[in-house]
Each structure stands twice: as C-alpha cells, then as structure tokens.
C-alpha cells in the first residue's frame, strides 16, 4: 500500500511539474510575442487548455506567475563567462561582455518577453511593489547579482571596483538603446556604436584611480 501511495504522489508531481513547465513556456511565448492580450494570465492559460484555478494552484496568483517566468530567464541567462586564471586584457573582457548583451537582447526570446513583462508592469516602484511584491523583489535582486557579475568578471585586474559598478550600472541600458535603434530601423553604424561603447569603458576603467 505504501508503495502503491509513493508511485501514484510521484506520478501526480511528474504531473504537476509538466503543467507548470508548459505555464511557463506558454507565458514566455505569449510574453516574446508582445501582441495584444500577451501580459495575461488568463491568456497564457488559454493557450494550453489551462484554467485560472491552474495558474492559481501552481503559482499562487499571477504576481507568483511573473515571479516564476523572471526566475525561469535568469536561470537560462546564467552568469557572465568566467574563467580561472583568466589571462584576457580588459579591452578583450570589455568587448565580450559588450557583444554578449547585445547577441542576447536581439536574439533571445527571453529578452524580449522580459522587456514586454517590463513593459506592462507599473513604472512607480511603490505601485509595483504593492501590487506585485515578489515580481518586484525579484527585479531588484537582478541589479546586484549583475553588479557581482560584472565585479567578478574584473576582480584580478587592478580595476576601481566602483568604477566597475557605475559601468554595471548602465551597460543594460545602454545595450537597450542599442537594440531599440536597430529595431527602429537606423542610419547609424551599430558595429562602430559598440566599438565606441567598448573603448569608452575600457578607458574609464583603465584610467589611474585620482583621475
């Protein structure tokens, strides 16, 4: 009897865990496609047969659900490339962090549902973090983990540590800017932008520290 009990609870948890991985996936796609309606649980349920009493059951309510599909990005975005006795100059380091960001902001579907999340979510952070308290906890938790990203990826050269997060600080942003030139559509020379970008931290960071 027991054992009996111990296959069907695994079975029912194989079970719930696939409901919850095709919530996820589906509120990714929906999210990516940034179509109308795309910022809704209801939506997201519809679209693999779900019900709201699902999305309840597996996230609580859809403050957990943004909370779940943040959570599932990042653990597919992971950390900047980092290697053990990294031997790379700083402008090699700069660069790669630079192109890395990039390739994954225009590329990723990841990305673009994050930015569409973003998007429909309150500006005001007291109004976010009333309404959508985890969400907005988890946003907030993304900052210093890259901040200790970006301190890790410089910690063996001799670089001004906040030097390097005054540069964690806006590198996201200025990537963001970037990619919203080339989806518009622009004249300017991305490849050269990325280049001045590039050079102009390296040189921040390389300067003498009484500078």
């Known amino acids: 009897m027991t054992t009996g009990a111990g296959v069907s609870g ?31 649980a209801n939506r997201i349920a519809k679209d693999i047969g779900a019900t709201w009493g699902t999305i309840k059951y597996q996230f609580g309510d859809v403050d957990g659900l943004w909370t779940a599909v943040l959570r599932r990005t990042a653990e597919r975005r992971g950390e900047l490339p980092y290697r053990e006795n990294n031997t790379m100059p700083l402008p090699r380091r700069v660069a790669e962090i630079v192109e890395m960001l990039f390739v994954g902001l225009t ?35 993304w900052k210093e983990s890259w901040a200790r990203a970006c301190q890790k990826a410089f910690a063996d050269l001799d670089v001004d540590p ?19 030139e080339a989806q518009l559509g622009t004249y300017s020379d991305l490849d050269e932008a990325r280049r001045g970008l590039t050079n102009s931290i390296v040189a921040y960071l390389g300067a003498p520290r009484d500078q």
Do not use: C, K, W
Request: glycine share 8%; no cysteine.
């Open 10 to 40: 695994r079975r029912t948890n194989r079970r719930g865990n696939a409901t919850r991985e095709a919530i996820l996936d589906a509120a990714l796609t929906s999210l990516a496609s940034g179509g109308p309606g795309s910022v809704s």
């Open 107 to 141: 590329t990723s579907v990841d990305a673009r549902a994050i930015e569409n999340l973003r998007a429909a979510l309150p500006r005001d952070h007291a109004e976010l973090e009333r309404l959508y308290p985890n969400t907005a906890a988890e946003l907030a938790s």
């Open 162 to 180: 906040i030097r390097v997060r005054e540069v964690a600080a806006f590198i996201p942003g200025a990537l963001r800017g970037m990619v919203s």
